[in-house]
């Protein structure tokens, strides 16, 4: 059964940075593409961030240059490092494994002004 565990969330103040982790068990890592999404409170959730089994990258225009998605093979998982966020960026962030059509629980992330 693949799960997907996703944790570094957190209340942070404007221009500070997170990391979110997201472990993988179960499923095929390294053969397989992840994605990033969001939820912020009372919207719908949205895309933010795609990685190809090769490490091929692509983000919504709203987190380009700010953010970037990465994995590691060794400890199968997928990481979100965010930089100079913003209080546009406070959401639920979860993981998603399209091949499996599995969703993490997600991770609160919090930026105040």
């Known amino acids: 059964q693949v799960q997907l565990v996703e944790s570094g969330g957190g209340l942070v103040q404007s221009g500070e940075s997170l990391r979110l982790s997201c472990v993988v068990s179960?499923?095929?890592?390294?053969?397989?593409?992840f994605n990033w999404y969001r939820q912020p409170p009372g919207k719908r959730r949205e895309w933010v961030a795609y990685?190809?089994?090769?490490?091929?990258?692509n983000y919504t225009d709203a987190v380009a240059g700010r953010f970037r998605i990465s994995r590691e093979k060794a400890k199968n998982t997928v990481y979100l490092q965010m930089n100079n966020l913003n209080p546009e960026d406070t959401a639920v962030y979860y993981c998603y494994y399209p091949r499996f059509n599995t969703w993490g629980q997600g991770t609160q992330v919090t930026v105040s002004p």
């Open positions: 990685i190809s089994r090769t490490g091929l990258r």
């Open positions: 179960g499923g095929t890592f390294s053969a397989d593409a």
